[in-house]
């Protein structure tokens, strides 16, 4: 009896299961395919390799090269500090996909909790290339900072030790709101290191590790970047993150008091298809 009453309630969870995985299979959340990119596919792993690659590259030009600079910020007579490179962390060094996955299966888009509760495990993974990058960086005597806008410092210091830096020191980790002056925008992070270091490389997942936009539009930032395109690939080096980062929240004006459905209707509005064709729709 014990063992049908068994396979009575078993069968009615795969039942509960299944009605379940069938309605999100037919509506999933709109960041699934993102994250099932960044930690399924070969392509995500090669284009963070490669952006790694490409820095180790950039870095051995930057040292020999005393007019190198790659902080905006940068003042004169900078040519004899010594050198460092700035890192961001999230999605740069260490991988937060487990928690976007959490969040899908959840059935949220974002939850400060469940942010801070995963910044506390201190068990993100780190990106693919990262740890050679910053063996090698420091095995050149080059200062590694990590500016984040994490404002849990321990765990953060104790995850980058864990898995990337075993040497790191509090100090490299810049969080926000760490001084005052620190908030969101990087920019005066990156001038207190410039004025004791040459910055040679940023490193980032999103624009404003490099330069701060505010709310711009998303036209605003493909001209920026366009201006600025002297530094991509060579001082500044991007690492792709189709999840989250400035670049969404520009497609609905930065706008957080929309509805899910409104900031979804301005995201259809950039789609762009070259079609010449005239619609009455």
């Known amino acids: 009896m014990v063992h049908k009453l068994r396979l009575f309630f078993l069968s009615i969870l795969l039942v509960c299961n299944a009605v379940g ?14 994250v099932l990119w960044a930690q399924a596919s ?30 905006l910020e940068q003042q004169e ?26 969040l899908i299966l959840a059935e949220k888009e974002y939850d400060p909790q469940l942010w801070l509760e995963w910044v506390k495990e201190s068990s993100a993974a780190p990106m693919p290339g990262a740890v050679s990058f ?37 100090e490299q980790v810049l969080c926000k709101k760490e001084r005052p002056e620190w908030g969101s925008d990087k920019t005066s992070r990156r001038a207190f290191l410039a004025e004791k270091f040459r910055i040679l490389l940023l490193i980032g997942d999103d624009y404003n590790d490099f330069a701060f936009l505010g709310k711009s539009s998303p036209e605003e930032r493909i001209g920026k970047a366009v201006k600025q395109k002297k530094y991509w690939g060579k001082k500044w080096i991007l690492i792709s993150n189709p999840v989250h980062g400035s670049w969404k929240t520009a497609l609905y004006g930065h706008d957080y008091s929309l509805t899910g459905e409104e900031k979804l209707k301005r995201k259809y509005q950039l789609l762009r298809t070259n079609d010449q064709t005239k619609s009455d729709h």
């Open 77 to 102: 007579n900078y040519h004899s500090l010594p050198p460092a490179v700035i890192v961001d962390v999230d999605e740069t060094l260490l991988d937060n996909s487990p928690l976007a996955a959490r």
């Open 21 to 34: 995985t069938t309605a999100k299979a037919e509506n999933p959340p709109e960041m699934f395919l993102s």
């Open 134 to 170: 910053i063996r090698c960086a420091k095995e050149k005597d080059v200062a590694v900072f990590y500016v984040t806008n994490r404002k849990v410092k321990n765990e953060t210091v104790r995850n980058i030790k864990n898995v990337i830096d075993p040497d790191v020191k509090p």
């Open 42 to 71: 070969a392509e995500w792993n090669m284009a963070s390799q490669q952006a790694f690659h490409l820095a180790t590259l950039n870095l051995e030009k930057a040292l020999h090269d005393p007019s190198w600079t790659a902080a």
